[in-house]
């Protein structure tokens, strides 16, 4: 198993630009959960001056839509959603301070240049494992449009959570890298 450097969420905001695509993480603080639906909305309150659900200066943001919480947890399933969705927003997110964005899947120019600029991070989680993501979610607290349901901005506090960088403030993008470095073996 490669090895993982441990970090805390606010640790990025200084850290982010020493990231490089392809290392290993193990993430641990506090991130906030949006989709679609609630970036539309946070998009609206940038547009009309109010006031967000959560300080965007060096926060995470995880592309996840968190399944109800069994007895006992504080969470139910919690894996990535495919963030490319969001890339009409990331952008501005990105230049008003977000610091790193958790989702899968690759992101369009606009945002890896936006990244690059702000000297954030996108980091990617495994998709399709989210009973084993939510392991490393300690707690769950809904702060905003509770009535998005799986949809509504969640504040988590996770532990340990096994992250890779897929695009980094120096302009590495993980998906370009390794499908070049999977062409240059496929014709060995």
Same mark, same amino acid.
């Given at each position: ?24 993480l ?9 989709r679609d639906? @609630?970036?539309?909305?946070? *998009? ?12 965007? !200066?060096?926060? #995470? &943001? ?11 947890r504080?969470?139910g ?20 301070g977000?610091?790193a964005?958790i ?6 120019q ?9 000297? @954030?991070?996108?980091?990617? *989680?495994?998709?399709?494992a989210?009973?084993?993501a939510?392991?490393?979610?300690? !707690?769950?607290? #809904? &702060? ?8 509504s901005v ?35």
């Amino acid at each position: 198993m490669p090895e993982r450097r441990r970090l805390r969420t606010e640790e990025l905001r200084t850290c982010a630009k020493e990231l490089r695509a392809g290392e290993n993480l193990l993430l641990s603080g506090y991130v906030y959960t949006a989709r679609d639906a @609630a970036h539309k909305r946070i *998009a609206a309150l940038l547009d009309q001056g109010a006031a967000l659900p959560f300080p965007l !200066e060096g926060a #995470v &943001i995880y592309y996840a839509g968190p399944t109800p919480a069994p007895p006992g947890r504080p969470i139910g399933a919690c894996g990535p959603t495919t963030s490319g969705r969001m890339d009409p927003y990331a952008p501005r997110l990105l230049d008003l301070g977000l610091t790193a964005m958790i989702g899968k899947g690759e992101r369009s120019q606009a945002v890896r240049d936006a990244i690059v600029r702000n000297g @954030a991070v996108y980091l990617c *989680a495994i998709g399709g494992a989210g009973a084993l993501a939510a392991r490393c979610i300690r !707690e769950m607290q #809904v &702060i905003a449009f509770e009535d998005l349901g799986c949809e509504s901005v969640k504040r988590l506090y996770i532990e340990d959570f096994p992250l890779v960088v897929c695009n980094d403030a120096a302009g590495g993008d993980l998906f370009t890298e390794g499908r070049a470095a999977f062409r240059q073996e496929a014709c060995l």
